[in-house]
C-alpha cells in the first residue's frame, strides 16, 4: 500500500514537471514571438529603384545603392519605440498645428501657455521620424541615431522652464561629423563606426543653454571628400540620403545632405550642418530651408570630424530666418582650442528685436548672367526692387582658384590624425589613424565601404605640396576671393551680393565671408532653388536683417507635400 501511494507521489510529481517544462516553453516561445512582433523595419530589394535612377539626367544620381549594406534601422529605433509609442495619432494630431513649420518662438509661446510641453515636443518629432523614416517608402535616410536619453532630459527641463535662452528645449539634429558623448561620430565611414568621441564645443554651448540633442543625421561620408561624382547624400554607413520634395528625383545637396532634408521634412526644429565649400548652401537650397555659412572663426570647430582647418566651419540650418539667428547665436562661444576662433561683437539678441527689417533703402549686387539665365532669379530681384531696395547688376572679375584642393588635400592629411588623436576616446575601436589608414581599410572590402570610389582620398596621398607653397595658395585664394565680390561691393557700396544655391560659395568659401540662403521658390519640375545673401567677414547680424525683411516680403518656403501628416 506504502509503495502504490509512493508511486502515486511519484507519478504526480513527473506530470507536474512536465506540465511546468510545457509551461515554461510555452511562456518562452511567446516571448520570442513578442520580440518578433516588435520588429519595426524590413530591408528591401532596392534594385528596382536603383535601376528605375540608371539614366537619371543627373549623373551624380544614378545610384549604385540606396539602402545600407551595413545598417539595420531596428538597432537605432528599437530602443525608443516603447517610449514614442505612447504618443497616439490622436495625440499627435491635435499637436499638428502647434509644432509644425512654426517658428522656435511661437513654440515656446504655446509652451509657456501651457498648451505643449518639452517632452511633447520631442515625441512629436520622434512619431514623425519613425512614421516615416520607418517606412520603406517614405523614408529619407536622414536620421541615424536618437539621443537615448533625450525624453529623460526634456521632462526635466519641463521642470524649470523660465527665464532661458530661447534655445531651452528645443530639439536640434546634428551632422553625423559633429561630436556628441552619447552617440557614435562617424561621418558616415565604416573605419569610425565605433568612434565615440566627447562634445564638440558647439555642442556643450547648445547643452549650456538647454537644447535637446534629439539624434544625428546622415551625410556625404567623409563630408564629401571621399569620391568624385559620386552621389550627394551617400555614406557606406547609413545609405543614400533621398530628398523630401523628390525621393531620387532631385538631389539631396551635401555634404550637410541629412541637416537639410530632416529640417525640411519637419523632423526637428533646427539642425546643424557644416561646410567646407557649399555643404551647407546646397542641402539648404536643395531641400528649402535657410542655411547659414557662417564667417570662419565664428563658430568653432573643435570635435568635429576634419576636412580642412583652414575653410571648415558649422553653420545652423532652420526653416526660417530667426530660428537660424537664434541657433547661431546659442552655439557662440570663444574657444581657445580652435586657432581660428574670434571675440566679435556679435549683437546679442538680434532675433528679439521689435522693428521689422526692411528691404527699402538697402543696396544688392546681382550677378548680370543669373538675370539672363534664371528667370525665378531674376523675378525674385524684380520682387526685391519693388519693396524699395537698389540693385545693381555687375560682371565680376575673372579670378584664379588654381590650389584651392590642394588646400584641402594637405589639409586634411594634418588634420585628421589631429582630430583622431585628441577626440577619439578609444582608439583601440577605430582602425585607423590618418589618411592612409582610412584608404588601406576601404581596399580590405572596396564593394561594402567604397562602391563609388575613393579618388578624392587618393588625391590627399598623392597631393606633396610644400607648406610653403601652401601658404601661398591661402593667401592668394583668400585674396581672388574678397577681389570677386569686393570690387562691386566698394564700387557701389552695397550692402550684399545676391546670388543662387551654392553657385559662388567657392569663392565665399577662400573668402572667408558668410553667406545665407533662403528659399527663393521652385522650379516648374518642383526642385527647391533659394537666394543666397553673401557679406564680408562678420557681417552675420547684417545678414539676418536682410534675410528677415526678404522672407517677410517673399513667402515661399512650403513643406513637402509627402511629409503633411
Excluded at 531651452?168 to 552619447?182: A, E, R, S
Aim: charged fraction near 20%.
Amino acid at each position: 500500500m506504502e509503495n502504490r501511494f509512493q508511486n502515486s507521489i511519484a507519478q504526480f510529481k513527473f506530470v507536474l514537471i512536465a506540465l511546468l517544462v510545457f509551461a515554461s516553453c510555452k511562456q518562452e516561445a511567446n516571448k520570442v514571438e513578442t520580440i518578433e512582433e516588435v520588429i519595426l523595419w524590413e530591408p528591401y530589394n532596392d534594385s528596382s529603384e536603383v535601376a528605375a535612377n540608371a539614366e537619371h539626367e543627373v549623373a551624380r544620381m544614378r545610384y549604385k545603392l540606396i539602402q545600407s549594406k551595413v545598417w539595420n534601422k531596428n538597432d537605432t529605433f528599437l530602443p525608443m519605440h516603447q517610449e514614442v509609442s505612447k504618443m497616439d495619432s490622436t495625440t499627435y494630431t491635435s499637436l499638428r498645428p502647434l509644432i509644425l513649420e512654426q517658428s522656435i518662438p511661437v513654440i515656446q509661446e504655446h509652451i509657456s501657455n501651457g498648451k505643449l510641453s518639452y517632452e511633447q515636443l520631442v515625441l512629436f518629432y520622434l512619431h514623425r521620424i519613425y512614421k516615416y523614416e520607418l517606412d520603406n517608402g517614405t523614408t529619407l535616410n536622414t536620421v541615424i541615431a536618437i539621443n537615448p536619453k533625450v525624453l529623460d532630459e526634456a521632462r526635466a527641463l519641463d521642470a524649470n522652464s523660465e527665464g532661458h535662452h530661447p534655445i531651452y528645449g528645443m530639439p536640434i539634429l546634428l551632422k553625423d561629423n559633429i561630436g556628441t558623448d552619447d552617440m557614435n561620430t562617424t561621418a558616415g565611414a565604416i573605419a569610425l563606426k565605433d568612434n565615440l568621441a566627447d562634445d564638440a564645443f558647439i555642442v556643450d554651448r547648445l547643452k549650456e543653454k538647454g537644447a535637446l540633442i534629439l539624434g544625428k543625421v546622415n551625410l556625404s561620408e567623409w563630408a564629401y571628400f571621399l569620391c568624385d561624382g559620386c552621389p550627394v547624400g551617400y555614406s557606406a554607413l547609413w545609405g543614400q540620403t533621398l530628398n523630401p520634395y523628390g525621393r531620387r528625383v532631385f538631389e539631396s545637396g551635401g555634404s550637410s545632405s541629412g541637416s537639410g532634408t530632416s529640417v525640411a521634412a519637419n523632423y526637428a526644429v533646427a539642425a546643424v550642418g557644416t561646410e567646407t565649400s557649399g555643404s551647407i548652401l546646397s542641402p539648404s537650397s536643395q531641400n528649402s530651408v535657410v542655411g547659414l555659412k557662417p564667417t570662419i572663426g565664428l563658430l568653432s570647430r573643435t570635435g568635429i570630424v576634419p576636412i580642412s582647418s583652414t575653410l571648415d566651419t558649422p553653420g545652423p540650418m532652420t526653416k526660417n530666418v530667426v530660428d537660424n539667428a537664434i541657433l547661431l547665436d546659442a552655439m557662440m562661444g570663444y574657444d581657445k582650442v580652435d586657432d581660428a576662433s574670434v571675440l566679435t561683437g556679435w549683437e546679442k539678441d538680434w532675433y528679439q528685436t521689435e522693428e521689422p527689417s526692411t528691404l527699402k533703402g538697402k543696396r544688392f549686387g546681382v550677378f548680370k548672367n543669373l538675370m539672363g539665365r534664371d528667370s525665378i532669379y531674376k523675378a525674385t530681384i524684380e520682387k526685391i526692387k519693388e519693396a524699395g531696395a537698389t540693385v545693381v547688376e555687375f560682371e565680376p572679375p575673372q579670378v584664379e582658384m588654381d590650389g584651392f584642393l590642394s588646400i584641402l588635400n594637405i589639409d586634411m592629411k594634418n588634420d585628421l590624425p589631429a582630430y583622431i588623436q585628441n577626440h577619439v576616446k578609444d582608439v583601440q575601436a577605430v582602425a585607423v589613424k590618418d589618411v592612409a589608414d582610412v584608404v588601406n581599410f576601404n581596399l580590405q572590402d572596396t564593394l561594402i565601404r567604397i562602391p563609388y570610389g575613393q579618388a578624392r582620398l587618393d588625391g590627399i596621398l598623392a597631393d606633396s605640396t610644400s607648406a610653403e607653397g601652401l601658404a601661398e595658395i591661402k593667401k592668394r585664394l583668400q585674396a581672388n576671393g574678397r577681389k570677386y565680390f569686393n570690387e562691386a561691393m566698394e564700387a557701389h557700396d552695397l550692402d550684399a551680393i545676391l546670388s543662387i544655391n551654392n553657385y559662388h560659395a567657392g569663392f565665399a568659401a577662400v573668402a572667408k565671408y558668410p553667406a545665407l540662403t533662403i528659399p527663393m521658390g521652385y522650379k516648374p519640375s518642383g526642385e527647391p532653388i533659394s537666394l543666397t545673401f553673401i557679406a564680408k567677414q562678420f557681417q552675420e547680424a547684417k545678414l539676418y536683417d536682410l534675410g528677415m525683411a526678404y522672407e517677410n516680403a517673399i513667402k515661399v518656403r512650403k513643406i513637402p507635400s509627402g511629409y503633411k501628416d
